[in-house]
């Protein structure tokens, strides 16, 4: 197989975000759970773009992987930040054990 314009294009592309992001990400005063998740996902997504195999764009865009996980993610999140807003009174509570055993 030979390499075309649009394949070129992509990996230029692939290149430039990889840089752009190992850039912000190592040099912004982020925590390393947050580094490793952001670059793990980052390079999961860069992988997925350029598999030839999967779907693409013009197919659609909720057919495209990245965006079920993106749409996964953002669901997990939102659930989350909710489960702050409202605590739930948990009946098994180890704090409280310690103390009424103390």
């Known amino acids: ?12 592309v692939i290149l430039v975000d990889l840089i752009l992001v190992l850039i912000l990400v190592l040099d912004l005063n982020f925590d390393n759970n947050t580094r490793a998740f952001s670059l793990s996902c980052t390079v999961w997504f860069l992988m997925a773009f350029l598999d030839p195999s999967a779907g693409s764009y013009e197919n659609g865009l909720l057919n495209f992987c990245s965006t079920n996980y993106m749409i996964l993610v953002t669901f ?11 605590p739930l009174q948990r009946p098994f509570d180890p704090c409280n054990d310690a103390r009424c055993a103390s």
């Open 76 to 86: 997990g999140s939102g659930v989350a930040i909710l489960c702050m807003f409202f």
């Open 1 to 12: 197989e030979q390499v075309d314009g649009m394949g070129l294009f992509k990996v230029g």
